[in-house]
């Protein structure tokens, strides 16, 4: 069982609606939890974190987070065609603070 | 703008020549990490230094090695590189381990 696990996607939106980007991880000790978008060919870039149960909204983007559940997800509200990304999940533990990522699942809007 | 910067965006080497990477950051970060992604896979953590104190993966391969002379810069040195070790290095830096990493924008590797 990967530590990390993402829908593989594609996943294919069209524009205005709501993307839902799904993770599951297996460390129960995972403190920290981290959704980034990396567009091709460039770098990851951190779009939210979230370190508590329940949701954490910032703009168009909201995190959920169910330990229970070991599941983490990332909605995008209106999705743009400018949205179009791959997203990675990533995993904290406090111990080393290692920094697990997801596979990442590719997002595309169509207009 | 306190930033990450790598350097050189790109880089071409020939099979088995030794080659550098460099990455500086003015966030004044204590962690300073280095990956490698290959196209469709998620990064990969090959080292990182907290400080001064260097921690190696237990699957990075001898040839990489890193250095890190003061907190704002760090070095990957890939001794032997080989068409395999092809990919876009990623360094990212950290307040603190428990804390978010901020990537810089990567130097794309080719080997010839």
């Known amino acids: 069982q990967k530590e990390v696990e993402q829908n593989s996607g594609p996943l294919s939106v069209p524009e205005g609606a709501i993307a839902s980007l799904n993770c599951t991880y297996s460390?129960?000790?995972?403190?920290?939890f981290f959704w980034y978008r990396q567009y091709s060919g460039k770098s990851p870039e951190l779009i939210m974190s979230i370190y508590s149960n329940g949701d954490k909204e910032d703009g168009r983007f909201t995190a959920q987070l169910n330990k229970a559940s070991q599941y983490v997800s990332l909605l995008i509200r209106d999705s743009q065609p400018s949205d179009s990304a791959t997203y990675l999940c990533?995993?904290?533990?406090?111990?080393?603070?290692?920094?697990?990522f997801g596979q990442g699942t590719e997002l595309s809007v169509k207009p | 703008d306190a930033m990450v910067i790598q350097n050189p965006r790109y880089q071409v080497t020939q099979f088995g020549k030794p080659v550098t990477l460099s990455c500086s950051q003015t966030l004044n970060h204590n962690v300073m990490y280095w990956y490698q992604q290959k196209s469709s896979q998620a990064p990969k953590l090959l080292f990182h230094?907290?400080?001064?104190?260097?921690?190696n993966e237990a699957d990075t391969p001898d040839n990489f090695q890193s250095r890190r002379p003061n907190t704002s810069f760090c070095f990957l040195d890939i001794r032997s590189p080989g068409l395999g070790d092809a990919a876009m290095y990623l360094c990212a830096t950290s307040r603190d381990r428990s804390y978010w990493q901020y990537f810089g924008p990567g130097t794309r590797l080719t080997v010839t």
């Open positions: 990533a995993v904290k533990n406090n111990q080393g603070g290692k920094l697990i």
């Open positions: 230094y907290y400080d001064k104190d260097f921690n």
């Open positions: 460390d129960r000790g995972s403190q920290s």
